[in-house]
């Protein structure tokens, strides 16, 4: 596993002014991923981290804007995720290298909207099958419908 980097997935939208005057916002979105591979004090150094994606504003994105952004990321790590040979002054002939995205985070409902989530206000708890939260006594998943 030594030779996996393992990245995080951060997302979130933010008002670069700050403040909310007449009631107005604007939202930016970005896609921010860290290597976890690093020593913790040097994660987040600005050096260290990927900018993924940004969308435009004014308006917090669809989910159709933020999948549209995510696929060519997700396209990217997928090829990565079976391993690539990197060839290295130590490695001559190459070593096997993978890509892996574990955490993702960010506030609920951004993770809701971004990784397909059901949403907080959801009768459903699952987001795959529709079962109700009256169901989730319910261990027959030969029972469930998609």
Not at 14 to 42: E, H, Q, R, W
Not at 99 to 117: E, S
Request: glycine share 6%; proline share 5%; charged share 15%.
């Amino acid at each position: 596993m030594k030779d996996n980097l393992t990245f995080s997935f951060f997302i979130d939208w933010f008002n670069p002014f700050t403040n909310k005057t007449l009631g107005k916002t604007v939202l930016y979105s970005t896609i921010v991923m860290f290597c976890l591979n690093l020593l913790y004090n040097l994660q987040y150094q600005p050096e260290n981290t990927y900018f993924a994606g940004i969308t435009s504003p004014p308006y917090e994105p669809s989910v159709t804007t933020i999948t549209a952004l995510l696929d060519p990321i997700v396209e990217q790590l997928q090829h990565f995720y079976y391993g690539q040979v990197i060839h290295t002054y130590r490695h001559q002939a190459g070593i096997i290298k993978r890509v892996v995205l574990l955490p993702a985070i960010g506030d609920l409902l951004t993770i809701c909207k971004a990784l397909g989530f059901t949403g907080v206000t959801s009768h459903h708890f699952c987001s795959f099958y529709t079962l109700h939260k009256s169901d989730i006594e319910n261990l027959d998943s030969g029972a469930w419908k998609l």
